[in-house]
């Protein structure tokens, strides 16, 4: 991030409590490393590194620390989906048959729905290969749930054998988080001509002076190694890897970002630091300059479901990128109404809070604490409890 693009203004009080957070995980070994930054009003209110990037090797995080982004990744790509839907190039309501002309998907009866852009983006196009698979599940080609299997597929190869798996509802009809956003991938790729990367490079990092995120890390030395939680503390991923959750198993494929070769995930294919994904999710809060229009963000940042995703996460809707907090009293997260939200599973949680002028993120190398354990919640309820 450039240096003259948020002042540092600290928060002695916000600081205070997000310290004792922050020590809490590392002290419990629920986390191996984290850095966490809060910009208020556009000024840095928080920056912290802590614990290790690199624990078997005594190397410290850094504030420019790469991190395996996972979902992190998908506010990024929507917002140069939304760039083209600004240049006239793509139309929410356009078919997705229009680029991907073999992504033909059909129900259990055996009809043809019409996807749409807008379907993409918002997780209601009736697809299935979710990240989180049930429990030893792998698809008759091999290749495991989570879909990023064997890295070396190319996109095209992987939405081919997407299009041949029913719909698991009419489009528009229901709401599944998914790997929608690999679709959107291949619709922006035709669009555009070239690799995923380029296309958000031009479209989001290069415009904003940002050159560590992307779909590959040339630079090993500053990438964050992933730790997976377990007893006594964390341990180091391995190249394949899952862990076990209520809900199934999620896998992960750690040296995927460091294959030059593997398709570029809009679900979850890039890597970058805290710092850039600050000022990415800034010109957000911001309105959306350089990047969009201010009326793009406005249609952004409100529930774009009509309620459907109520079904699955209570008291949030979803936008175009993101999650939108609706009702606070029930969503389980210590939001404000309105706030947008995500994560990733390598360990991340961001939020965005616009009335507040608030933007917090914390990316760290453990999953799954840092997105579904107690450390995400405990940075909300610090920050708001500070305010």
Not at 80 to 104: H, K
Not at 205 to 213: A, Y
Request: glycine share 10%; proline share 6%.
């Amino acid at each position: 991030m450039p240096s003259d693009t948020i002042a540092i203004r600290p928060d002695r009080q916000i600081s205070r409590r997000l310290d004792s957070a922050i020590d809490s995980a590392l002290e419990e070994k629920r986390l191996v490393g984290t850095v966490v930054l809060v910009a208020q009003e556009g000024s840095i209110a928080y920056s912290r590194t802590a614990g290790m990037a690199d624990r078997e090797n005594s190397v410290p995080m850094r504030t420019d620390t790469i991190f395996r982004l996972s979902s992190v990744t998908k506010p990024i790509v929507t917002i140069a989906a939304m760039r083209l839907v600004e240049e006239g190039q793509i139309n929410l309501a356009d078919p997705v048959t229009r680029w991907l002309p073999y992504f033909r998907p059909r129900l259990p009866d055996g009809s043809e729905p019409a996807i749409t852009i807008h379907h993409l983006l918002t997780h209601t196009a009736g697809l299935g290969d979710s990240l989180i698979g049930d429990a030893g599940e792998r698809r008759p080609d091999g290749t495991n749930f989570a879909g990023g299997h064997p890295a070396c597929i190319a996109l095209e190869e992987k939405l081919r054998r997407l299009a041949s798996e029913p719909l698991l509802y009419e489009p528009g009809g229901g709401w599944r988080y998914s790997i929608s956003m690999d679709v959107l991938g291949g619709v922006i790729e035709k669009e555009t001509g070239g690799p995923l990367g380029e296309a958000v490079a031009a479209l989001v990092t290069q415009p904003l002076g940002l050159s560590d995120t992307a779909f590959h890390v040339t630079d090993r030395g500053r990438l964050a190694v992933p730790y997976k939680n377990a007893t006594p503390g964390p341990e180091p991923m391995a190249c394949e890897d899952s862990v076990v959750t209520s809900s199934g198993v999620i896998r992960y494929s750690t040296e995927r970002i460091l294959d030059p070769h593997s398709y570029h995930s809009a679900s979850g294919g890039m890597a970058g630091t805290a710092e850039d994904i600050l000022a990415i999710l800034e010109t957000v809060r911001r309105g959306g300059a350089p990047l969009l229009d201010a009326g793009t963000v406005s249609a952004m940042v409100h529930d774009q479901t009509n309620g459907l995703t109520e079904l699955a996460r209570p008291g949030l809707g979803f936008g175009y990128g993101w999650a939108v907090v609706t009702d606070p009293d029930h969503s389980d997260l210590p939001l404000a109404r309105g706030a947008l939200q995500w994560g990733g599973v390598y360990g991340h949680s961001w939020f965005v809070d616009r009335e507040r002028k608030l933007t917090v993120v914390a990316l760290t190398n453990t999953a799954l604490e840092g997105l579904f354990g107690a450390f995400p919640l405990d940075i909300g309820k610090a920050i708001y409890r500070a305010l």
